[in-house]
């Protein structure tokens, strides 16, 4: 199997949200398995960001990766 094989596999296991904990706080990207996805709602909840704020945080550097429940082995 190709490497792009196995990233396409493991992106339909993955769940996501985006958007900013505070008005002026980076664009935060919370990632994690499927099976995991009821600890998304133990987070605190992310606003909701325009397209155009998500392209001024890329170009600005201002992005925040966490990754929910147990990591990949």
Request: hydrophobic share 40%; aromatic share 6%.
């Amino acid at each position: 199997m190709s490497s792009e094989d196995q990233l396409t596999q493991l992106a339909s296991q993955l769940v996501w949200r985006v958007g900013r904990l505070g008005d002026d706080g980076p664009l935060t990207v919370r990632v994690g398995f499927a099976t995991g996805a009821a600890t998304f709602a133990e987070l605190p909840r992310l606003k909701n960001i325009t397209d155009a704020e998500v392209e001024a945080a890329l170009r600005e550097g201002a992005i925040r990766v966490e990754w929910v429940g147990s990591r990949p082995s």
